[in-house]
């Protein structure tokens, strides 16, 4: 069964860092793109970054770009985000979420989620 | 990189059907084949209904089908049951390594 967990996330203030965790397994996690879509609190779904398969392209939405950075070891099966100068409107479920390729069109196809790990910037 | 245009509600008896629709640029949906449909049930991570425009991926009933004209994609739900009620998103591919979501559509049944 393809699975995959989140985790990580947690209260952290304005300004402060927070780095979340994907465990896959069920599936040849080198072989596929990986990507984090949020979720605020009732709101919609926002697509926040992705990498491709090796893990030498990666693309960030306008939004977390230059504070976020995603990234990926094979060997380990794990996918990470890195999130600097957390903002309150950063707040949100963070989803894992597997491609259906290996990295062109990025965050196009996406056909498995996580549970999701929350995340809450409040000071 | 702005968020796809979706109408925020529809609605439909069971057994009608309904489409959604989702508008975006020559930026992502018109240059573009990679549009996707999700499906949200409140409390559950999203389901994958359509890719590239119109595929559906396995297990998914042919009941959904997705279409493209233009700068606008769109989602047909035939034969409505009480179970597709849920929020329904659209996304595409924008260039230059990113993807952007709609804003969500809240279909009754």
């Known amino acids: 069964e393809v699975q995959l967990v989140d985790s990580g996330g947690g209260l952290v203030q304005p300004g402060r860092s927070l780095r979340l965790s994907c465990a896959a397994s069920?599936?040849?996690?080198?072989?596929?793109?990986m990507n984090w879509v949020r979720q605020a609190p009732g709101k919609g779904l926002e697509w926040v970054a992705g990498?491709?398969?090796?893990?030498?392209?990666?693309g960030y939405a306008d939004s977390v770009k230059g504070r976020f950075i995603i990234s990926r070891d094979n060997a380990e099966n794990s996918l990470y985000l890195q999130m600097d100068s957390l903002r309150p409107e950063d707040s949100g479920l963070y989803y894992c979420?597997?491609?259906?390729?290996?990295?062109?069109?990025?965050?196009?196809?996406?056909?498995?989620w996580g549970q999701g790990t929350l995340v809450t910037v409040s000071s | 990189q702005s968020a796809l245009t979706q109408p925020p509600s529809a609605s439909g008896s069971p057994g009608q059907s309904v489409t959604i629709s989702c508008t975006g640029t020559s930026s992502d949906i018109g240059t573009y084949n990679y549009v996707s449909w999700y499906q949200q049930h409140p409390g559950n991570a999203p389901k994958l209904l359509i890719t590239?425009?119109?595929k559906r991926p396995s297990g998914v009933p042919d009941r959904f089908t997705g279409s493209k004209s233009g700068n606008t994609a769109s989602l047909t739900v035939s034969g409505l049951q009480v179970e597709d009620e849920a929020e329904y998103y659209c996304s595409s591919y924008a260039g230059r390594d990113k993807a952007v979501f709609g804003g969500g559509t809240k279909l009754t049944v």
């Open positions: 590239e425009v119109n």
């Open positions: 990498i491709n398969w090796k893990g030498n392209t990666m």
């Open positions: 069920g599936f040849t996690f080198k072989e596929f793109a």
């Open positions: 979420v597997k491609d259906m390729g290996v990295g062109p069109y990025l965050g196009s196809r996406l056909d498995t």
